[in-house]
Each structure stands twice: as structure tokens, then as C-alpha cells.
């Protein structure tokens, strides 16, 4: 993860616009959860284990939690969910 944004907590932006959770194996974009972005960092069983995942709402292993239909994230510690809201929506 040597020159990626991190999060805390094994979260991470591996490049623009995505953030990836390490301990829950699975990324999230703009859009919401991603499962090919998942797929591309964690492989085809992780990115097949979004499929009935909630999309719109979540939270990281860093205590941020993201919904995007009111593209803000909330919680955790310091400024990570400014930052993380910021990477994902381009607040």
C-alpha cells in the first residue's frame, strides 16, 4: 500500500475516486460498493460476495460510514471521514 492515501484501520485509496477496506475485502466507489473494483483488488469470490450487499450505505473498518445518496461520510476519528467523502464524491 506504499504511496496510497490511507484511512486508518485497513482502509485505503488505492487510486482516485476508490476506496478499498482491507479487513472486509471489498472497495466502494462514487457509486457505492464496487464489485468490480472489489474483484480488480480482492479478487472474483469477494467481488461475487457484494452481490447482496446493501449498496447505497456503508461502513469501514475505520468507523466511517458513507451513504451515497447524501454523498457524505460520518463517524471515525480525525478527519479520515472528510477526506474519505472528498476522495469518494469530490466534496
Known amino acids: 500500500m506504499a504511496g496510497q492515501t490511507e484511512y486508518g484501520n485497513g482502509v ?26 472489489t474483484e480488480h483488488y480482492f479478487g472474483g469470490a469477494a467481488g461475487n460476495a457484494l452481490a447482496d450487499a446493501t ?25 479520515a471521514a472528510k477526506k474519505m467523502a472528498k476522495q469518494l464524491f469530490k466534496n
Open 12 to 37: 485505503y485509496s488505492p487510486q482516485k475516486g476508490v476506496i478499498c477496506d482491507s479487513m472486509g475485502k471489498w472497495c466502494a466507489d462514487g457509486t457505492g460498493l464496487s464489485a468490480s473494483w
Open 55 to 79: 449498496q447505497d450505505k456503508f461502513g469501514f473498518s475505520n468507523h466511517v460510514n458513507c451513504d451515497i445518496n447524501t454523498k457524505t461520510c460520518t463517524g471515525g476519528e480525525g478527519k
